[in-house]
Nanobody, 126 residues
């Protein structure tokens, strides 16, 4: 069964850090570009970052540049989202999804991402 499972969400104070994990089962994550998305209450789901199968990543959200990074450990079939200097506006449910190709697209078109995880809640609050 193909599955993506996000974890690592938590409540954190502004300025804090979190590392989210996206673990895949039922398929080899290394063959695909993997994207991180988020959805805040009352807002549409938006792309955050994407990492291609081999090298390269694409930022979809300008607001996270310089604060968030993405990485992958193919041996563990897992992609990570490192979030530093968190702000209250980063509060959202974070999702990972695999792109239909190995290369991150220039824009985060949700319909081009196939399997989605159930999401993990990140709350940034003092």
């Amino acid at each position: 069964q193909v599955q993506l499972v996000e974890s690592g969400g938590d409540v954190v104070q502004p300025g804090g850090s979190l590392r989210l994990s996206c673990a895949a089962s039922g398929f080899t994550l290394a063959y695909y570009a993997i994207g991180w998305f988020r959805q805040a209450p009352g807002k549409e789901r938006e792309g955050v970052l994407c990492i291609s199968s081999s090298v390269g990543s694409v930022y979809y959200a300008d607001s996270v540049k310089g604060r968030f990074t993405i990485s992958r450990d193919n041996a563990k079939n897992t992609v990570y989202l490192q979030m530093n200097s968190l702000k209250p506006e980063d509060t959202a449910v974070y999702y990972c999804a695999n792109h239909i190709t190995a290369i991150c697209p220039a824009s985060a078109k949700l319909t081009d991402f196939g399997f989605w995880g159930q999401g993990t809640q990140v709350t940034v609050s003092s």
